[in-house]
């Protein structure tokens, strides 16, 4: 089966991406971001149980002292989930998910109203109700699989749309993940789903190769070391590896203690030539970009 998905990759891909191969802009409420030079997407999560900060912005006050703070130290974007995704994670209702993100979207735009909204839901009647609130982006951790109104949804909102890979649900994607070639599987999985979402009528796509989504600690970090392949879809490249299990495991120490980790990976995914790091800590995140910046510079000066 793996070498008719290798064959079938560079054909999809030519016929599919050929006029956005050289694709680095997207649409966010008529402005449009230039993900040549890379941005940074602060984490907001809402939901009480998230691996790292769950619980910690469930007041207003927090919700937006935390948003300012990210904004001030340089996110581009804010993502917002009110699901957690962590492995394992209990399943919530389509309507708890609503009552816990739609105020914060409104509330969020209410004091900060310039601000670019992700937010991050698998559920198109979720996504719908948030970009009319205002949100900017669309992130859905699985690609339309979840939810088959989601690319519809998506094309009709006009809205650009970060489709991630993974294998199965929250609740059982880490029960035994197995690929031949993870890296070789994750861009076929792709050149599949741009294929059916530029059908769809969705412009602008973003891909999340999913750290951490489905796959074991040697499948991340054979990923992380492949990544180049994934330029082959001509599409802007998102990194989630905030103080995830890949660094905190690895290094044998707590998601609080994973800050130093997170950079090294993020720097790592910079050199590879990513458009977007979503972290929980902006500040470094950004650090991180200019010094790869700089670097760049000089290698092509």
Not at 221 to 233: C, I, R
């Amino acid at each position: 089966m793996q070498s008719l998905q290798a064959k079938n990759i560079a054909l999809i891909l030519r016929c599919d991406n050929i006029a956005h191969f050289f694709m680095t802009t997207i649409n966010c409420k008529g402005k449009l971001i230039d993900l040549s030079s890379p941005k940074v997407m602060g984490i907001l999560n809402i939901t009480p149980d998230s691996f790292f900060d769950g619980g910690r912005y469930q007041r207003e006050s927090a919700i937006l002292k935390q948003t300012e703070k990210m904004l001030y130290e340089g996110a581009h974007f804010i993502d917002i989930g009110a699901y957690s995704s962590r492995p394992g994670a209990d399943h919530v209702s389509e309507e708890e998910e609503k009552q816990r993100i739609v105020p914060v979207v409104s509330s969020v735009l209410k004091h900060f109203p310039n601000t670019l909204i992700s937010v991050d839901t698998f559920r198109a009647s979720v996504a719908r109700i948030c970009v009319q609130e205002g949100a900017a982006i669309v992130n859905d951790i699985a690609s339309g699989n979840l939810d088959p109104e989601m690319f519809a949804t998506v094309a009709d909102l006009r809205v650009p749309y970060i489709m991630m890979h993974m294998k199965g649900t929250p609740q059982n994607m880490q029960q035994n993940p197995q690929y031949d070639n993870v890296a070789k599987e994750v861009l076929y999985y792709f050149s599949e789903k741009i294929s059916k979402a530029r059908e769809a009528g969705i412009d602008d796509i973003i891909i999340d190769p999913g750290f951490g989504f489905a796959k074991t600690l040697k499948h991340n970090y054979e990923l992380l070391n492949q990544m180049e392949l994934l330029h082959q879809t001509g599409l802007p490249v998102l990194v989630g590896v905030s103080r995830k299990s890949m660094i905190y495991r690895l290094l044998d120490i707590s998601p609080d203690e994973a800050l130093s980790g997170t950079t090294v990976v993020n720097t790592i995914a910079l050199l590879k030539g990513i458009g977007i790091l979503r972290v929980h800590d902006v500040k470094e995140a950004v650090q991180s970009i200019e010094i790869v910046t700089q670097l760049n510079a000089q290698t092509t000066s």
